[in-house]
């Protein structure tokens, strides 16, 4: 078997988990080579329970038809593969196997992740078309989790400027999440990148959404906060970004306003505050001016 097969079929098996399927790689990394059956068993840490599940999946025929499945309906990009983008292959747990369809060639170092509220205020809806119309001008790919507010009109504005978005997803591809973001995604699909770790079929669990956010901190340059309330999933994706050296930026709000708590408190604790365009652009000049042949 070769190796990137290896990866995929341990990342299709129950009972192996993120910390086991990184455990794996590393063994390839060392030897060149997939284990073998005992060494599979030495290499696995979790219980006994899991170990049987995760070795009868892995010998398993319906393992097999996964992969098949997925080969011919996905695209599939291995942390062993070229096109798998460095600065994600520098985070705390990379992911080893991503599922995608669209354009690879997004997958930039230059790049905005937008975060913010589900459910968003019209203040998001006020502001943001015209914050990230610039951006968008400069063809700078915005990342995002294609979920319900923020998330959703960061991408239909990148479409709407005909400028790249990569939407990270927390369910299979032939799966959206909410349901109403269907066209949104297959759009996305059609012209920029539509990205998961989770295979055809994975369902959209609670604990896919915190894993999905360290993608989004990971593909990013910079990582923007438009609405956030306190503890809220948007600040996991703030720690997330600051743990990977990433430029946190955060749109200020009314002190008296709960949606904006989140980000006044970045702010407070050392986040770039971003009041026009500019503020977001001054994170990739450099990369800009270069393009464009000035001094």
Aim: charge should be positive; proline fraction near 6%; include cysteine.
């Amino acid at each position: 078997m070769d190796q990137r097969s290896f990866l995929l079929r341990v990342h299709l098996c129950t009972g192996v988990g993120m910390a086991g399927e990184n455990r794996l790689y590393q063994f390839l990394k060392i030897y060149q080579r997939a284990p073998h059956a005992a060494e599979l068993a030495q290499l696995f840490s979790g219980t006994r329970s899991n170990l049987r599940k995760f070795l009868h999946d892995f010998h398993s025929e319906k393992v097999s038809q996964q992969m098949e499945a997925n080969r011919r309906q996905t695209g599939i990009l291995t942390i062993l593969d070229d096109q798998y983008p460095p600065q994600l292959r520098e985070i705390y747990q990379p992911p080893l196997v991503l599922f995608y369809r669209g354009q690879l060639n997004l997958l930039k170092p230059a790049s905005l992740a937008v975060v913010g509220a589900r459910k968003m205020t019209s203040y998001v809806n006020a502001f943001l078309p015209g914050l990230l119309g610039e951006v968008c001008a400069q063809q700078i790919p915005i990342v995002s989790g294609a979920a319900a507010g923020s998330d959703s009109l960061a991408h239909k504005i990148a479409l709407s400027h005909h400028a790249p978005t990569i939407a990270v997803i927390g369910t299979g591809l032939d799966l959206a999440y909410p349901r109403t973001n269907q066209k949104l995604q297959e759009l996305i699909a059609q012209k920029g990148l539509l990205l998961t770790e989770y295979p055809l079929g994975q369902q959209p669990l609670p604990y896919h959404f915190p894993a999905r956010n360290r993608i989004i901190a990971g593909l990013c340059r910079s990582l923007l906060v438009v609405e956030a309330k306190h503890h809220s999933g948007s600040l996991i994706s703030a720690n997330l970004a600051l743990q990977e050296n990433r430029n946190v930026l955060a749109v200020p709000g009314r002190i008296d306003s709960p949606a904006s708590v989140g980000c006044n408190e970045l702010i407070q604790a050392g986040a770039k505050p971003v009041l026009s365009s500019q503020d977001i652009l001054e994170d990739f000049l450099n990369p800009l001016t270069k393009r464009s042949g000035k001094a």
